[in-house]
């Protein structure tokens, strides 16, 4: 029973039938609960009755103060004598969502109330943060900020307010409070256990945090974002920290501590961090202590690990979608494309699964979420709480794996993976273009093996290029060399490196290294690898690495909302192995060789170069018969014109014989090679229109249950 229901209950407060009014009985006053305010305000009059033990008679609504020549209205004041007399705890009520600013604003205006007052604390509430001060009783004024406001009949605060295994202050353990109305002398404060949030609470959380750190602009907002990632990384920690009950947690307020001992005590949680990832964690927090008091105040009341999976991940992808997609949009695929790659593949918590370029975790966290949905199947959450556990989180911490090159975003999948509950200790913040053994040294991390993983999805960078003059590792890539050409006579038989190379492409390599043999590749590629003529020397490696298992064309816009508008597919690919690739190569050579010799290739050509040398040869006798003073240098250009000629004639003749060959080629390759079907669609609505907004109908889903059933049919009759 939540606060709302038990107030009912004991006649605090009553509705009207569709809940626009409220009604405080005790005062019999009628309110607007449509107002944003008034619903905090509710919720702390029923904290106070409820959770502080405050007798009803000391409790006054809707106070007049006097501001010098003006009347201002306090929310509610709680006196500390029956006749109501003597102000002892003043508190302001303000909507959820507040600005750090504004909040700031309501403290002034709260504390100047209390002072007018004589009140002894001050508690100012937006429900999502709450500050409360202690007044000195002699001048000056200054503020005290405390950690709480002491409960009924406590005449001593204590040094902080949430230990484990306090009391909740949310839905639990509140029926049976008892409203009293006199002081317990022997009463001592009480602490509380910190409190699982709604998502909505939980993203307002979130965003306000992290409006406070970019300060409006004084603060890059993915720079806040960075620095808001660490602390909420000490939070977890924090809150996953053993201790017994009745032992403070360290992520809060402390009382007569200054900001800078607050934030001694976040560094050493995030130290901690720092030796466990320092591939990740290599810079510090930088954030004043001031900064840090503020984030603290949001967070330190909540539990983020005991927080539902569910809205724990909506909240942050909702976050990050919100202030992000301009700055780091390229991280981020849409969840629909996300989620249907991810169900099609017969994932399992045996697999080893890989994103060679994770962003910020989206397809690890839909991995993970299709393996513990699985759970469900096996195991009741409740009565099976261990083994369904097990069955998940094994998989999310030994089979789950992660690449990101930016050490901002890999600590954002870190996050990411922490708050669906682990993961996170196989991200690695790394160029995903590595070799294994050089991506093991560097994070240390041995699990990083070619031909270890089961699934690899993933959508990599477009557009960007990797110039072999920057990056050493360019050699290791065949797709980084320039084909020879089989039909060239003069062009060296060894091959040559590219000036440079798109990612996308050698991310297709790189995957084909990770997977086990017959392990699955669904990759988002750009539409040119598919169709543009210079690209088909990829798409005649592929065909030799893979077996080409589905092409899903996405619609122009499907990346538009985040930044990108190239048209895309989803290229679905099972690696051969490595006998079988084998076979494809010696056939395409086999018949490249029997094509040139039954063709007579090399003779043809030798015989029309040397037509072509003798003609040249007569019109050069010819011009020195007309001008017979000329040196070889004017006689050549005296021909050079119809040499020209020659020359364009000769290579028209070689290009048309090399295109019927190649033509030729193809056709034989077709009935040479192993024929087998290729799952086509295409996708023109998936659930969103250019602007992210969602449409009606998501073509995905119907696409996706066919195309799963036709990989579970490759995978019985293709072993």
Not at 230 to 255: A, V
Not at 317 to 341: H, L, N
Request: with cysteine; glycine share 4%.
């Amino acid at each position: 029973m939540n606060l709302l229901e038990t107030g009912i209950e004991k006649g605090l407060i009553r509705f009207d039938e569709d809940r626009n009014f409220i009604t405080y009985i005790h005062q019999n006053k009628k309110r607007n609960y449509n107002n944003p305010e008034e619903k905090v305000q509710a919720e702390t009059f029923l904290n106070l009755v409820l959770i502080y033990g405050y007798p009803l008679n000391r409790i006054k609504q809707f106070v007049s103060v006097q501001m010098g020549a003006e009347t201002k209205e306090a929310d509610i004041v709680v006196y500390s004598d029956e006749k109501l007399e003597e102000t002892y705890i003043l508190i302001e009520c303000k909507k959820e969502d507040l600005t750090d600013q504004q909040f700031n604003i309501a403290v002034d205006q709260a504390y100047s109330y209390a002072v007018a007052e004589g009140a002894k604390y001050v508690w100012i509430t937006s429900r999502i943060k709450n500050q409360y001060y202690e007044v000195p009783e002699k001048k000056p004024k200054s503020r005290i900020e405390i950690p709480d406001i002491p409960q009924f009949g406590v005449s001593k605060l204590a040094p902080y307010k949430y230990v484990k295994g306090g009391i909740s202050q949310t839905d639990t353990d509140i029926a049976d409070t008892n409203i009293v109305s006199e002081p317990d002398p022997n009463a001592k404060q009480k602490f509380f256990e910190l409190q699982v949030v709604s998502e909505s609470e939980l993203t307002k959380i979130f965003i306000q945090s992290h409006q406070a750190l970019w300060g409006g602009g004084q603060r890059n907002p993915s720079v806040a974002f960075d620095e808001l990632d660490k602390l909420i990384f000490c939070k977890i920690w924090d809150e996953k920290h053993p201790r017994t009950n009745g032992q403070p947690y360290e992520f809060q307020i402390f009382r007569d501590e200054d900001p800078e001992d607050l934030l001694g005590r976040i560094k050493k949680i995030y130290a901690v961090g720092e030796k466990d990832a320092p591939e990740v964690f290599k810079d510090g927090i930088t954030l004043s202590a001031q900064e840090t008091l503020t984030i603290v105040k949001y967070f330190q009341r909540i539990n983020l690990n005991k927080t539902d999976l569910d809205s724990k991940g909506k909240a942050f992808e909702t976050f990050m979608g919100s202030y992000f997609r301009g700055d780091f949009g390229q991280y981020f695929t849409p969840r629909p494309i996300v989620k249907f790659i991810v169900q099609c593949l017969p994932i399992n918590h045996k697999s080893r699964v890989l994103d060679t370029s994770c962003g910020s975790g989206g397809f690890l966290l839909y991995a993970l979420d299709k393996v513990r949905e699985q759970a469900n199947e096996f195991y009741d959450r409740r009565k099976e709480e261990k083994d369904h556990y097990t069955y998940w989180h094994d998989f999310a911490e030994k089979n789950l794996f992660g690449i990101e090159i930016n050490d901002q975003i890999a600590r954002t999948a870190k996050m990411n993976m922490i708050i669906h509950d682990d993961g996170h200790t196989n991200v690695i913040a790394s160029d995903g273009l590595l070799s294994d053994l050089e991506m093991q040294a560097n994070s240390r991390n041995k699990e990083f093996r070619y031909n270890s993983f089961d699934f690899i999805i993933t959508n990599p960078p477009f557009g960007s290029s990797i110039k072999q003059t920057e990056k050493a590792y360019m050699n290791q890539y065949n797709l980084a060399l320039k084909e020879v050409d089989w039909l060239n006579t003069t062009q060296s038989s060894k091959a040559t490196l590219r000036d440079s190379q798109s990612t996308e492409v050698l991310f297709l390599e790189q995957c084909h290294k990770f997977l086990t043999e017959q392990g699955y590749l669904a990759i988002v590629i750009p539409d040119g690898i598919l169709t543009n003529s210079s690209m088909q020397y990829v798409r005649d490696n592929l065909e030799e690495l893979y077996r080409i298992v589905a092409v899903v064309s996405m619609p122009q816009t499907a990346f538009t909302a985040t930044g990108a508008g190239v048209k895309s597919s989803v290229l679905f690919l099972r690696k051969h192995k490595e006998k079988h690739t084998e076979k494809i190569a010696d056939q395409k050579t086999k018949l490249k060789e029997q094509l040139k010799t039954d063709n007579e290739y090399i003779a043809t050509i030798e015989k029309w170069e040397k037509e072509k040398t003798d003609v040249i040869k007569r019109l050069e006798q010819s011009a020195k018969k007309v001008h017979p003073t000329a040196t070889k240098k004017e006689i050549t250009d005296i021909i050079q014109s119809e040499k020209s000629a020659i020359q364009a004639a000769f290579t028209d003749k070689v290009n048309l014989l090399k295109e019927e060959l190649t033509e030729k080629y193809f056709t034989a390759k077709q009935n040479a090679l192993d024929d087998y079907p290729i799952f086509m669609a295409i996708a023109e609505d998936i659930g969103y229109d250019a602007t992210g907004r969602s449409t009606a109908t998501n073509e995905l889903i119907e696409i996706g249950k066919e195309l799963s059933k036709f990989i579970i049919h490759i995978n019985k009759t293709e072993p």
